[in-house]
């Protein structure tokens, strides 16, 4: 049963927020609507969903982040994390899932637990899907979406129907995308997969990383991955070499181009300019 703060059990609720906040310090929580939670810090966005029969997860951070994580949990909710649905494989995301798998169970798109295979990570989802699927439990349903390749080619786009909410995972970013090609990453299937995510009747979306944002942001998200093709497609058709990739795609009015160090600049944009390069051969 959810906590709820009473007379009698003030005590009790302020010592279990002490020990959420003991320890490393390095995450905090943060109520998103009822009965949905935000666990930010080091490492992906974790969503926690709260039901009366025990608590979904979305994503759980690095591996030294389990105790933090199940502290934070227990400051809003009496009752254990029954199941963990993995956005991607990426090590801030997935990390702690062989802790969790010690008593609840991960479940990822198929091709997510393949890369979690493949790059020798721990915790590989003992259930996985491949278009869609569900968890119910105390009464709540929460969705998860496979709708192509995007941050990397095993994303899943969670959803919460009855509070309007979806979990990006890093499909959406609150400062610039990083395009995982390693890892099946493809900036033309992300605008498709952003443009599917749109069909899901939200209006609060929690990102891979940031604060939150609204249906808005991720309307302004896809159309600046758009503008960054184009961009980048006129470049090449202008006779652009790679070497010359990083320094001309940066644009005052494309917020991705201007963070010296993003994972964007550093790590995206070679790919990006072989990918379309490769389109318009």
């Given at each position: 049963?959810?906590?709820?703060?009473?007379?009698?059990?003030?005590?009790?609720?302020?010592?279990?927020?002490?020990?959420?906040?003991?320890?490393?310090?390095?995450?905090?929580?943060?109520?998103?609507?009822?009965?949905?939670?935000?666990?930010?810090?080091?490492?992906?966005?974790?969503?926690?969903?709260?039901?009366?029969?025990?608590?979904?997860?979305?994503?759980?951070?690095?591996?030294?982040?389990?105790?933090?994580?199940?502290?934070?949990?227990?400051?809003?909710?009496?009752?254990?994390?029954?199941?963990?649905?993995?956005?991607?494989?990426?090590?801030?995301?997935?990390?702690?899932?062989?802790?969790?798998?010690?008593?609840?169970e991960v479940v990822a798109h198929k091709n997510a637990r393949d890369n979690i295979i493949r790059n020798n990570q721990d915790g590989a989802p003992r259930i996985v899907f491949v278009d869609e699927t569900a968890v119910f439990l105390g009464g709540v349903?929460?969705?998860?979406?496979?709708?192509?390749?995007?941050?990397?080619?095993?994303?899943a786009v969670v959803y919460f129907p009855d509070l309007k909410t979806i979990h990006g995972g890093d499909l959406l970013h609150t400062t610039a995308p990083f395009i995982d090609y390693g890892n099946g990453g493809s900036s033309r299937g992300w605008v498709?997969?952003?443009?599917?995510?749109?069909?899901?009747?939200?209006?609060?979306?929690?990102?891979?990383?940031?604060?939150?944002?609204?249906?808005?942001?991720?309307?302004?998200?896809?159309?600046?991955?758009?503008?960054?093709?184009?961009?980048?497609?006129?470049?090449?058709?202008?006779?652009?070499?790679?070497?010359?990739?990083?320094?001309?795609?940066?644009?005052?009015?494309?917020?991705?181009?201007?963070?010296?160090?993003?994972?964007?600049?550093?790590?995206?944009?070679?790919?990006?300019?072989?990918?379309?390069?490769?389109?318009?051969?």
């Amino acid at each position: 049963m959810i906590k709820r703060l009473m007379q009698g059990g003030l005590a009790l609720s302020l010592m279990l927020i002490s020990l959420a906040l003991w320890g490393q310090g390095r995450l905090d929580i943060q109520g998103v609507k009822e009965g949905l939670y935000m666990i930010t810090g080091a490492g992906g966005n974790i969503g926690v969903r709260l039901t009366e029969e025990g608590v979904i997860l979305i994503d759980d951070k690095f591996p030294q982040d389990f105790e933090e994580i199940q502290s934070l949990v227990a400051s809003v909710s009496d009752l254990p994390v029954k199941y963990v649905i993995n956005t991607h494989h990426h090590g801030d995301h997935s990390g702690s899932n062989a802790s969790f798998l010690e008593f609840a169970e991960v479940v990822a798109h198929k091709n997510a637990r393949d890369n979690i295979i493949r790059n020798n990570q721990d915790g590989a989802p003992r259930i996985v899907f491949v278009d869609e699927t569900a968890v119910f439990l105390g009464g709540v349903e929460v969705q998860a979406h496979y709708m192509g390749t995007g941050h990397t080619n095993g994303d899943a786009v969670v959803y919460f129907p009855d509070l309007k909410t979806i979990h990006g995972g890093d499909l959406l970013h609150t400062t610039a995308p990083f395009i995982d090609y390693g890892n099946g990453g493809s900036s033309r299937g992300w605008v498709s997969t952003l443009n599917g995510m749109l069909t899901l009747d939200f209006d609060t979306a929690i990102p891979g990383h940031g604060p939150l944002m609204d249906r808005r942001d991720v309307v302004n998200f896809r159309n600046q991955m758009e503008t960054i093709r184009q961009r980048m497609t006129d470049l090449i058709r202008d006779g652009l070499e790679p070497g010359g990739a990083l320094d001309a795609i940066r644009d005052p009015t494309l917020s991705w181009t201007q963070a010296e160090n993003g994972l964007f600049m550093t790590r995206s944009v070679t790919g990006l300019f072989v990918e379309i390069a490769t389109e318009i051969e």
